[in-house]
């Protein structure tokens, strides 16, 4: 018998974010896209061979280091000590 679509979903989640609870690294993202910008996503992703996480997390990894780049140590701990990340 084939599995529902929230069947798929809930086993996926388990498999790959299951580690959550136990204290894991991922965590889960809901987000509403364009269209056009998810399949902008999805093409740079298989242009550069790579998943639209590991994408996005490479993205946000070097807009970062910019940001710390530029910053004095002050605006560095200050930009740490951000703690309202809901």
Same mark, same amino acid.
């Given at each position: 018998? #084939?599995?529902?679509? #929230? +069947?798929?979903?809930?086993?996926?989640? $388990?498999?790959?974010?299951?580690?959550?609870? +136990?204290?894991? *690294?991922?965590?889960?993202? @809901?987000?509403?896209? *364009?269209?056009s910008?998810?399949?902008?996503?999805?093409?740079? #992703?298989?242009?550069?061979?790579?998943?639209?996480?590991?994408?996005?997390?490479?993205?946000a990894?070097?807009? +970062?280091? @910019?940001?710390? *780049?530029?910053?004095?140590?002050? +605006? $560095? @701990?200050?930009?740490?000590?951000?703690? *309202?990340?809901?």
């Amino acid at each position: 018998m #084939a599995l529902s679509n #929230a +069947e798929r979903q809930r086993l996926y989640r $388990q498999r790959h974010l299951g580690k959550m609870s +136990e204290g894991g *690294d991922k965590q889960f993202l @809901r987000l509403v896209l *364009d269209v056009s910008t998810r399949n902008k996503l999805k093409r740079i #992703a298989k242009h550069r061979g790579v998943s639209v996480p590991a994408l996005i997390t490479t993205w946000a990894d070097r807009a +970062e280091q @910019r940001i710390l *780049d530029k910053a004095t140590a002050s +605006e $560095q @701990r200050k930009y740490y000590a951000t703690t *309202d990340l809901k």
